[in-house]
Nanobody, 133 residues
């Protein structure tokens, strides 16, 4: 089992930056990929960034955040980060991190394609990001 705990969410002005963290514990050696999702009440969950835990650390981003957000992780597979720059009011949401076992990762594009509704093994409880204009 893997436990995930997000932090770093807060209220910020448009144009500002935040860095979210997701600390993994438990069977972290099994993790093959991790990513960030966000959800606004009443709307579908949106996958925004994902990363393979490989030497190259391949990443994938949703079009809505490409060029503004950067996902990264530490080599110990214990912490996932999301650097969010040039924040917009439409970035306001609950942000969740998720992880999947290496044997079940699949293509990263499935994490960020609209409406993919991926079923992943591990999820955090979320951290709220609010961007005011």
């Amino acid at each position: 089992q893997v436990q995930l705990v997000e932090s770093g969410g807060e209220s910020v002005q448009a144009g500002g930056s935040l860095r979210l963290s997701c600390v993994a514990s438990g069977a972290t050696q099994d993790i093959g990929c991790m990513g960030w999702f966000r959800q606004v009440p009443g709307l579908e969950r949106e996958g925004i960034a994902a990363i393979y835990f490989t030497t190259t650390g391949t990443t994938k981003y949703a079009d809505s955040v490409k060029g503004r957000f950067t996902v990264s992780r530490d080599n110990a597979k214990t912490t996932l980060y999301l650097q969010m720059d040039t924040l917009k009011p439409e970035d306001t949401a609950m942000y969740y991190c998720a992880a999947e076992r290496a044997s079940a990762c699949g293509p990263l594009r499935l994490w960020v394609v609209p409406g993919s509704n991926l079923e992943l093994s591990y999820w955090g409880q979320g951290t709220q990001v609010t961007v005011s204009s």
